[in-house]
């Protein structure tokens, strides 16, 4: 059987697009667009049980770079108004994270860097910070780090740029017993296939983290993905666990795997020791049953309290397919439907969803002046809109 063949019998039957709401499962009304942030790309979004939304995005690397310039947003009054946070000087650098932020049980936020440098013997440490009011406010640093044995502590990055490091990358979860999981990926020295369009940096694999003394030190739980496939193999993870349905307690992680690749996804039912292999997610957009890959990059990936599984993503421009997207698993991640445009435009192709009230989303993404692939120096804008679901 081929990848496809076997990754449509795991998937199962979809039903159609959102555009067909005479036969769709769910009503997807999109609200008006609002600019959040101009400037800003890479968004990620955060949302508080006390209500703070919270905004995180980069503006841009700075030549010869190591780190980029970063942006935090955040809003108190249900997201009608934004305020820009900036770090003060004990802050160090500030959070620089793509949606590495949890809030534990007890009401402490954590947001983790998500650049863990080398620092010798395979070792590889960052900054994380608390807050313990709903972000209004943050202290730290304070140091994580973690040990990897098979670590290449030698690698480049999609710019090209040399870069000792691993990626603690957009999930971090808490686990019935208080351990922290966390979603990481970069290179392991077994990793040694180029990728297509830079080949001095391999493909890439994503794995577990596990943390007993609530995020200051990490240990290595297991590779949730590893073969070199598509363009770029397996990166830029995003983790949940189950809350609702037969299932409950499963663990469901989606990866990029390239520029215009589709977006894969695998499961554990033993807290990440062990994971079913790794398949591509498709849909069915046609009323005669034909399936198409649901491609993307950077998904984000979230439950509802009802159970519904919502998942963002966008399209590179590489992928001439542009714009940004959600779509939707009503049975509990087995299958997906109702692949919803959200915009059209050029887009660096990073979301955030965050479900903001019972049947309520608020989805964030950039957009452009231009639909042109081939247009340079692209200014990306940060918009944010409401989304409401409901049965038909």
Request: proline share 6%; glycine share 10%.
């Amino acid at each position: 059987m081929t990848r496809r063949g076997f990754a449509a019998a795991l998937v199962g039957p979809l039903t159609l697009h959102a555009a067909d709401t005479s036969k769709s499962a769910l009503r997807v009304e999109l609200g008006p667009e609002q600019l959040i942030a101009a400037g800003v790309r890479w968004p990620y979004l955060f949302q508080a049980r006390e209500g703070t939304t919270v905004l995180l995005g980069l503006i841009e690397f700075p030549p010869g770079g190591k780190y980029p310039i970063h942006y935090t947003a955040r809003s108190f009054d249900g997201r009608k108004t934004w305020q820009e946070w900036k770090p003060g000087p004990a802050h160090g650098r500030g959070p620089v994270t793509e949606g590495s932020t949890v809030q534990l049980r007890d009401g402490r936020i954590l947001v983790f860097d998500v650049h863990a440098e080398h620092v010798g013997g395979k070792r590889f440490e960052a900054s994380f910070w608390t807050s313990n009011n709903a972000f209004r406010t943050l202290e730290g640093p304070r140091k994580y780090g973690f040990v990897l044995p098979e670590a290449e502590v030698n690698s480049f990055d999609d710019r090209g740029e040399p870069i000792s490091r691993m990626y603690l990358r957009r999930s971090v979860i808490e686990l019935k017993n208080g351990d922290l999981l966390a979603t990481a990926y970069g290179h392991f020295e077994a990793d040694k296939s180029p990728v297509e369009y830079m080949p001095k940096m391999y493909k890439m694999r994503s794995f577990l983290l596990r943390s007993g003394d609530q995020g200051k030190t990490w240990t290595y739980v297991s590779t949730i993905a590893s073969d070199p496939v598509e363009q770029e193999g397996f990166g830029e993870p995003v983790l949940l666990q189950l809350r609702h349905g037969p299932n409950a307690g499963r663990l469901i992680c989606q990866m990029r795997t390239g520029r215009e690749n589709p977006i894969y996804q695998c499961e554990s039912d033993d807290e990440g020791k062990t994971w079913t292999n790794a398949y591509a997610l498709l849909w069915t957009y046609s009323r005669f049953g034909r399936q198409r890959d649901i491609a993307g990059t950077d998904p984000d990936l979230i439950e509802m309290g009802d159970g519904t599984l919502v998942m963002s993503f966008g399209h590179k421009p590489d992928y001439r397919e542009h714009g940004n997207y959600l779509a939707f698993s009503l049975d509990h991640g087995k299958s997906w439907t109702q692949v919803t445009q959200i915009s059209s435009t050029i887009t660096s192709a990073y979301t955030g969803v965050r479900e903001t009230s019972p049947g309520e989303l608020f989805v964030v993404y950039t957009t452009s002046k231009t639909n042109r692939e081939d247009a340079g120096g692209v200014k990306y804008i940060t918009m944010g809109r409401g989304v409401r679901l409901s049965k038909p």
